[in-house]
């Protein structure tokens, strides 16, 4: 399909800066509901952290590999319901094996499975069982409640009482566990010093909530140590197959997208916004800034002083990645029964840097993610900021070099001859995430989240200022795919709401 060629200055009625997953996201639920929208894209195509790229063949994901709950029922696959889109094809996962010091877990994403597996592997004990029955009950109810479209912060009575329908009697008095930790949890079951249950929950947690077990907030922990079960898919081609399907029917609905313009500066009052971009002007009367949340207090000066008391809070607790993209031959990665793991090596050790990463293979016979007889493998962890500032030319690539081995050594307790005769070997660090995705000092996934900065604490997806909006992973609930089509339907609600109190006043 051939597209019209950007022309500035222009319009919209709803411009979205950011075509991550919730930019794109939110801009897709406006554009079924009738409301022209526009998306403002700093790089050559959408996807952001949930973006890919192409090599000799390969395509890789260059953050998110799984899309969480996108099946039946779940909040991803109401999004795609609310555009009128078709399931994604792909792998759903059956689930994943962790890998832990001294021991594996098979994360089973069938729930008897893994009730067994976790008895099995991490103990059988009447306070295990407790524990469990409790982490279980709480993800249940706050699952149901993210389907049902719970709304956090809460900052009108309206939200209230949206809430308290969705949480129902069952649910209600949950909500004293928002302020308490998944350590809280641990340690009331007598289970803080249990050191394999401990280092596979650190695991998940760190992956979902950005965070340690010590400040996770329960539920929000709760929820992250069950996405599994909530259903992981890896699309047909990875993230770019889920991109060109995505793109192709918000195109058909008549959605815009600028690709290669970056968002400059917003000025401009509800009903007249100005998005200054890098290509020329575009005029929107309501603006969603699907972008990390310092870069919005950059360039909309609106919300500079409404956000800043956040981005303080929040300063030290930015954290990066590394991910390891090898394109290998089939063989490397045969007799494995699943394409996900997630290895921790070292009990006493922070995690991190290796100590705690995700290796993700293409599905066998994918063949838009990787040539006929070969795999496209994604290898991630997490890693601190300050180590990746102010090195010099040399010093980067020496420790660029030593970090991409180091994890392909890790996986090697998977995938023996893992890149052995890699075809691609590349290596993305916090600069690539600043280069490629414009996350502001390669700081991906929010905040490391705790009860003082998640929940009724986080950014909220309004400041207050009419017709300016938050999405994205900096703002209510957080990082990953099904974060972000959660704050989507949020912020598209409030925007819709908005549009017609306009609307009928003029
Ligand atoms: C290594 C890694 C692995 C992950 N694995 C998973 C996973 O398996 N499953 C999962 O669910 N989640 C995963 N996540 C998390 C998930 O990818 C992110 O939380 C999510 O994609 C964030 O989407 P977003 O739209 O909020 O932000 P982004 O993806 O950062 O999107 C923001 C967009 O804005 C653009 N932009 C920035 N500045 C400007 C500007 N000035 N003007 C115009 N455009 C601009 C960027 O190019 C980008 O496209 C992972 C993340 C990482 C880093």
């Not at 063989?331 to 699943?338: H, M, T």
């Not at 998640?454 to 957080?478: C, M």
Request: proline share 6%; hydrophobic share 40%; net charge positive.
């Amino acid at each position: 399909m051939r597209r019209a060629r950007a022309r500035f200055p222009d319009s919209c009625e709803v411009a979205v800066l950011g075509g991550g997953l919730a930019g794109m996201a939110t801009a897709a639920r406006l554009q079924a509901a009738g409301v022209s929208t526009l998306v403002v894209e700093a790089h050559g195509h959408v996807g952001g952290c949930a973006g890919y790229y192409r090599r000799r063949g390969f395509s890789f994901d260059v953050g998110a590999t799984t899309m969480v709950d996108f099946e039946p029922g779940g909040v991803g696959a109401e999004l795609l319901d609310r555009i009128g889109m078709d399931p994604v094809p792909g792998e759903a996962l059956p689930g994943y094996v962790g890998w832990l010091p001294d021991r594996t877990v098979t994360l089973h994403r069938d729930a008897g499975a893994w009730h067994r597996e976790r008895l099995r592997a991490l103990g059988d004990t009447p306070c295990h069982r407790a524990f469990w029955s409790h982490l279980d009950h709480l993800a249940e109810v706050f699952w149901d409640a993210s389907r049902a479209g719970i709304r956090l912060p809460m900052r009108r009575p309206a939200d209230a009482v949206r809430n308290l329908r969705v949480l129902g009697p069952r649910g209600l008095p949950l909500a004293r566990h928002m302020n308490t930790t998944l350590g809280d949890a641990l340690a009331r079951h007598g289970l803080r010093g249990d050191a394999p249950l401990v280092g596979l929950l650190s695991m998940l947690v760190e992956d979902t909530v950005h965070s340690t077990v010590d400040r996770a907030p329960l539920i929000n922990a709760a929820l992250g140590v069950t996405i599994r079960g909530a259903g992981l898919t890896r699309a047909h081609g990875g993230m770019r197959g889920f991109w060109r399907r995505f793109v192709a029917h918000y195109r058909a609905m008549g959605g815009r997208i600028h690709t290669a313009c970056r968002a400059e500066r917003v000025i401009g009052r509800d009903g007249a916004f100005e998005v200054h971009t890098g290509r020329g002007v575009v005029h929107a009367r309501q603006v969603v800034s699907a972008l990390p949340a310092d870069t919005t207090a950059r360039i909309v000066p609106g919300l500079a002083s409404r956000l800043k008391p956040y981005l303080d809070r929040d300063a030290a607790e930015l954290g990066g990645a590394i991910a390891v993209f090898l394109g290998v031959p089939e063989d490397e990665v045969a007799g494995q029964e699943f394409t996900h793991h997630q290895l921790m090596h070292d009990y006493g050790r922070p995690l991190g840097d290796g100590n705690n990463m995700f290796v993700s293979v293409s599905a066998p016979g994918d063949t838009d993610s990787a040539p006929p007889g070969h795999r496209a493998v994604m290898i991630s962890t997490h890693t601190g900021l300050s180590g990746w500032t102010g090195l010099s030319a040399d010093a980067y690539e020496a420790r660029k070099r030593e970090i991409g081995e180091r994890l392909v050594g890790l996986a090697r307790r998977v995938h023996p001859s893992l890149g052995e005769r890699a075809l691609v070997w590349d290596v993305g660090t916090p600069r690539s995430y600043e280069r490629f995705a414009f996350r502001p000092r390669g700081a991906v996934g929010g905040p490391h989240q705790s009860p003082g900065n998640a929940n009724q604490n986080a950014i909220p997806h309004s400041l207050g200022v009419p017709g300016l909006w938050l999405a994205g992973d900096s703002t209510w609930p957080g990082l990953g795919t099904v974060a972000c089509a959660l704050g989507s339907r949020i912020v598209a609600d409030d925007v819709l709401r908005a549009a017609r109190r306009t609307g009928a006043r003029r």
